[in-house]
């Protein structure tokens, strides 16, 4: 496991958009593992300046996003459709073929539907680079605690804490999603390479617990522990817990020194 530390959030957001865009690089049909939320608006940014810039081009990409709220349809402004369409897609030459996203308007035959997400993804050969952030509560995807750290994609109940985090979103009227599609953790850890950002000090306790902790259901992000190839990128806040800070600036050092390749 590699954990950077950075000053500020900007740098955590530009730093992921360069290790994906060398990632495109090194293979430009990369199967790229989505995610949404607030601390991917900047990545996307980033991203599609890249591609403005012509240093990175997503024409043989294919991407999978880690999941959708059921009872949104694609074109609901809170739906992760619409928020990957209007922070990343429409920007950039993603094909419309290559792009999937969890469908949250479908009803009924739930499993059928998940096993066919999961089964996409193997015909894609396997997801190379997953995108992650992380919850309040350690979730990844839409693994809330207690999820098993077995689990292939499939519906969720949200948590308490999840339902609140998202009311603010929604108008007052409006009925907050209960249930989500969301990759399992055992879709997750299968994935080659993981990065997972996380900024702000509302993070820093299910970051130190992710990284310092115990593997436990009780933090879906523990189980990150148990992958060969992830890294933490995280700012000063949300780093602020963790107990080992020099040693992995000192573990980083080494990385540049002997493997760079980790980092580029
Ligand atoms: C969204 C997702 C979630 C978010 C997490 C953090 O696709 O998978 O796990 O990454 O809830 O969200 P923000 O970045 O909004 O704090």
Redo the contacts with the bound molecule.
């Keep these: 496991m590699l954990v950077i530390l950075k000053r500020d959030s900007h740098e955590i957001y530009e730093q992921a958009a360069q290790l994906i865009a060398s990632a495109i690089k090194k293979k430009p049909a990369l199967t790229l593992g989505l995610?949404?939320?607030?601390?991917?608006v900047g990545v996307y940014e980033h991203l599609v300046r890249l591609h403005k810039t012509s240093s990175v081009d997503f024409s043989q990409v294919v991407t999978f996003?880690?999941?959708e709220y059921l009872g949104l349809s694609a074109s609901h402004p809170q739906s992760?459709h619409y928020f990957m369409h209007e922070n990343f897609f429409r920007h950039t030459n993603v094909q419309p073929e290559n792009i999937h996203i969890p469908d949250g308007s479908i009803r009924g035959n739930y499993d059928q539907y998940c096993a066919s997400y999961e089964q996409a993804i193997r015909a894609a050969g396997g997801i190379d680079l997953q995108l992650?952030?992380?919850?309040r509560n350690g979730?990844?995807?839409?693994n809330e605690p207690t999820s098993s750290l077995a689990s292939r994609t499939r519906l969720k109940v949200l948590s308490r804490e999840?339902l609140h985090?998202n009311a603010k979103f929604f108008g007052p009227r409006e009925e907050s999603p209960v249930c989500a599609i969301?990759m399992g953790i055992g879709t997750i850890l299968e994935a080659r390479t993981i990065l997972l950002l996380a900024t702000g000090d509302s993070?820093a306790t299910a970051v130190a617990k992710s990284i310092e902790g115990p593997v436990s259901s009780a933090v879906s992000a523990s189980a990150l522990q148990l992958h060969p190839d992830v890294t933490f990128l995280l700012d000063e806040p949300a780093a602020s817990q963790l107990t080992q800070r020099d040693y992995y600036q000192r573990v980083l050092q080494m990385t540049v020194l002997l493997t760079p390749d980790r980092l580029s």
């Design positions: 995610a949404t939320g607030s601390t991917m996003n880690l999941d992760f992650l952030g992380i919850g979730h990844i995807g839409f999840t985090d969301t993070k």
